[in-house]
């Protein structure tokens, strides 16, 4: 027989964090830095960019040349994870559509994402159209933990003044690559104002920060940058906080539950080692989850007692609930202005160098709230499927001769075609406020485990009107900003039956909603310090406390939330509340 | 720390300007014989991806005359020219070898559309696609590589060159050969200052922000 012993580690830490990512990360460095001893535990290995990094490799070096068999942004991506893990399913209701992007390793999925560094304006916390719940906190309360997330990580961009596109605390941008100021100049005959972007990378040096290199423009944020020039969570945040001594980690450990003694309070967790399978125990004053917004619920829902029969920090029942992704549609075409163009670096920045903010007015649209437009092309680094699209549109413009000829093709003129459309290529990408609904959420799936014998999530999750009228409104902008432009689309405008060229539920990797702060136990998961409203030594720092988000990508509202929600823990301890 | 402690960091600013362009540009060796054997863990890489790599490397899934045939096709789609050599100079047979164990889906279009292209000339010329006259190689292309002007019956034909097609460019245009072919310049480090003067001008741009 088999002997099954839970390893228990002696230690009372003085808080354990759940995760590795944005927030379980910015938890982890303040009070790390604070002198509290913290332990983190992270599901996947641990992961340096100074050393593990594809950084500056050529598409050679891969044998698929980056193509995305293995990863799902190609071979060269920093994160590992995706759309599906061997072993970890999770299942979704009849009807209903969600594709759940997990990251396993140190960093979770800072390790992949755009650098895109928005924060949420005053009405996204506090609306005025009365469509979704108020945040119990407004832009003010968490203004100065934005300002402290800029000074300490780095964001560049633009002051502007937009009402609800608040500006922070910016080193220069990055300035427009060739397409870009063609954009700009279509889209603002469009009516579409674009900005400068704003990014957290560090296009300059950062006032009293160390240890981290300014950009040197090889555009490839998100392969991970070996001199720590942007914003990941491991190198800028868990690798740091590891060198105050206070911090350490436990890499592949995939933690089952939160336990709690008879008052239900959380005592620790216990996990699973992925690489021995061994259970272990840890135990901690407090405990903070920063899992991602669906893991961190999925962990909640798992942890039933005596004290939270139906899971964990429950008792409203809206754990997992108010699931919401953004909207995301794209649209694009080539420029006959760009065919044959000059050939110079222009890698730029791995984030956006412009981006058009919300602009519209919702009295005079048939959805409420908006989106942002992110824009790409331009000559970039060759990889797998990179010139597929040129024998589908080589027709479309006379040759140099001024010929009209055949789509498709092949030969030396076809060699030539390649090279004439290469960088002639312009898309953009929609990416819009989905509201937060009760009934789309995620639970536990009834009759379904993991490879570790944990239960899974099952899924429900439906668009409604609101988001597809929003895809068909970007798709109607997009097509506008491409003709003032003078692009040429080759490819029909998506209709109703696609939703418009809607994503799926999940596919923009936006998810939160699902522990959602408030001032009513009954109808929220979480206080406004994200603070378990059942269990005050229970904290959440991903996502999931997000009333509703914004059109505005998320990391860097996890990031102040989470340092908010750290000092408030620093604040208690003083006072002796935990 | 700056950009200078930046490119330090890199291992690059010791050695001077000229080797660090030397050492990311596109004559550099090491990818060479990494792509050429797959063998060579790279950091980053995680363990189970490098073993499925080496397992498909080793793998073989077409015959001789398959493959020889690809190299025809291959080099039909891209030829060398004045610029730069063709497909198979830029191991693009080898590359579709790796793509169709790592993409099963491809393995019947591909075998399938190899199968077609020799029952047609076998039909047409009495001979396999590769003992054809380059003339008679080039008639029955004609009647593939053209989707809209293609023939009804042609259709599987059309498939399958367009597979073939997009296979052999990103094959061609990802190799060392490739990427100096297409004129990228980037995957060095660098600074970014804006589109180039005389590229704004000859755009009619005013300044570099537009």
Sequence with gaps: ?578 | MNRRDSLKALGLAAAGGALLLDGCGPQSKTGKETAAKGAEKLPGVQDWEHVRNGKLAGETFFTDHELATIGVVADIIIPADGVSGGATDAGVPAFIEFMVKDIPAYQTPMRGGLKWLDVQCQRRYGQVFTECRESQQLELVDEIAYPAKAKPEMRQGVAFFSLMRNLTASGFFTSELGVKDIGYVGNRPGVWDGVPQDVLQAHGFKDAWG
């Excluded at chain 1, 603002?188 to 040197?216: D, M, Q």
């Excluded at chain 1, 919401?324 to 000059?342: E, M």
């Excluded at chain 1, 519209?360 to 000559?379: A, C, Q, T, V």
């Excluded at chain 1, 009834?446 to 099952?458: A, T």
């Design chain 1, 1 to 578: 027989m088999i002997s099954y012993q839970i390893k228990e580690n002696p230690e009372v830490y003085d808080a354990v964090v759940v995760g590795s990512g944005a927030g379980g990360g910015m938890a982890g460095y303040v009070l790390a830095n604070a002198g509290l001893k913290v332990l983190m535990l992270e599901a996947g290995p641990f992961f340096d960019p100074a050393k593990d990094t594809m950084q500056l490799r050529w598409p050679w070096e891969s044998p698929r040349r980056g193509a995305s068999t293995v990863r799902p942004f190609g071979d060269f991506d920093a994160a590992y994870g995706g759309w599906e893990l061997d072993g970890e399913p999770y299942t979704r209701a009849a009807g209903t559509e969600f594709d759940w992007f997990r990251a396993r390793m140190l960093g979770g999925r800072t390790n992949h994402w755009g650098r895109i560094s928005l924060r949420m304006g005053p009405d996204d916390f506090k609306p005025k159209d009365g469509v979704t719940d108020p945040w119990p906190i407004s832009y003010e309360e968490l203004k100065p933990y934005y300002d402290r997330v800029d000074r300490m990580i780095g964001i560049y961009g633009t002051v502007e003044g937009i009402h609800n596109e608040p500006d922070g605390i910016f080193l220069k941008p990055p300035k427009p690559r060739l397409n870009e100021l063609y954009i700009r100049r279509g889209a603002e005959k469009a009516g579409v104002p674009v900005i400068a972007g704003r990014g957290s990378v560090l296009t300059e040096a950062l006032p009293g920060v160390e240890g981290r290199g300014t950009c040197f423009y090889c555009g490839q944020c998100g392969r991970a940058c070996r001199v720590y020039g942007d914003f990941s969570s491991s190198s800028c945040l868990v690798i740091p906080a590891m060198k105050t001594g206070n911090l350490t980690v436990i890499d592949n450990a995939m933690v089952r539950e939160v336990l709690t003694n008879d008052e239900g309070l959380a005592t620790g967790v216990s996990y699973v080692n992925t690489k021995d399978l061994q259970e272990y125990t840890v135990r901690g004053k407090t405990v903070i989850l920063g899992a991602s917004a669906c893991e961190s619920a999925r962990l909640l829902l798992n942890s039933h007692s005596a004290a939270h029969p139906g899971g964990l920090g429950n008792s409203s029942g809206l754990v997992g609930r108010y699931l919401h992704d953004s909207t995301g549609a794209s649209a694009g075409g080539f420029l006959p202005q760009l065919l044959d163009r000059k050939r110079y670096n222009e890698d730029g920045v791995g984030s956006v160098h412009i981006y058009s903010p919300w602009w519209g007015d919702n009295s005079k649209l048939n959805f409420p709230r908006g989106y942002h437009i992110e824009y790409g092309g331009g000559m970039r680094m060759p990889s797998y499927g990179f010139t597929d699209w040129v024998p589908n549109v080589n027709h479309l413009v006379p040759t140099k001769d001024g010929k009209q000829r055949e789509q498709g093709g092949y030969g030396v003129s076809l060699k030539e075609d390649y090279r004439r459309f290469y960088g002639a290529s312009v898309g953009m990408a929609g990416r819009g406020t989905a509201l937060a609904r009760y009934d789309n959420y995620c639970e536990i799936d009834p009759s379904r485990v993991d490879k570790y014998g944990i239960p899974v999530l099952r899924f429900h999750y439906k668009w409604a009107n609101e988001e597809v009228e929003q895809a068909r409104h970007m798709q109607e902008t997009f097509r506008e900003i491409l003709h003032e432009m003078g692009a040429v689309v080759a490819s029909p405008m998506p209709g109703p039956e696609t939703k418009y060229g809607l994503e799926a539920p999940g596919k923009i990797i936006h998810e939160g909603g699902t522990t959602r702060m408030g001032d009513d136990p009954k109808k929220s998961v979480l206080n406004k310090w994200s603070q378990s409203h059942d269990c005050r030594n229970l904290f959440v720092v991903d996502a999931g406390p997000f009333v509703q988000q914004g059109d505005k990508n998320l990391t860097w509202t996890i990031l102040a939330l989470s340092m908010r929600t750290a000092d408030h823990i620093l604040q208690q301890r003083n006072k002796l509340n935990i």
